[in-house]
């Protein structure tokens, strides 16, 4: 069994920061891409940010030059870094990752429950 738990969600007032984490438990054998997406309500779900296994990052244009993904791969963890909040970044954010939970076993794509951040104007 594996689980995403979000953390680090919350209220922040235009042009402040929020770091979101999301750290994966359970029978792991390896993770490859980790992801961020949000839900904004009347939206539907879309892509924030990814990192791969070994470093390289992708971005959404509406967030670029503001959010920053990282990993640590030791604590199977994943974080967002949001700079610069407006209130159209007001969302769900859901972590993502593709992971093999034995040498055998195929890959498979797990969600967390999400995390609300909320940007007031």
């Known amino acids: 069994q594996v689980q995403l738990v979000e953390s680090g969600g919350g209220l922040v007032q235009y042009g402040g920061s929020l770091r979101l984490s999301c750290a994966a438990s359970?029978?792991?054998?390896?993770?490859?891409?980790m992801n961020w997406y949000r839900q904004a309500p009347g939206k539907q779900r879309e892509s924030v940010a990814s990192?791969?296994?070994?470093?390289?990052?992708n971005y959404a244009d509406t967030v670029k030059g503001r959010f920053t993904i990282s990993r640590d791969n030791a604590k199977n963890t994943v974080y967002l870094q949001m700079n610069s909040l407006k209130p159209e970044d007001t969302a769900v954010y859901y972590c993502?990752?593709?992971?093999?939970?034995?040498?055998?076993?195929?890959?498979?794509?797990?969600w967390g429950q999400g995390t609300q951040v909320t940007v007031s104007s």
């Open positions: 359970g029978s792991i054998f390896r993770i490859n891409a």
């Open positions: 993502n990752a593709d992971i093999r939970t034995g040498i055998l076993n195929p890959w498979s794509n797990y």
């Open positions: 990192i791969t296994n070994i470093g390289s990052t």
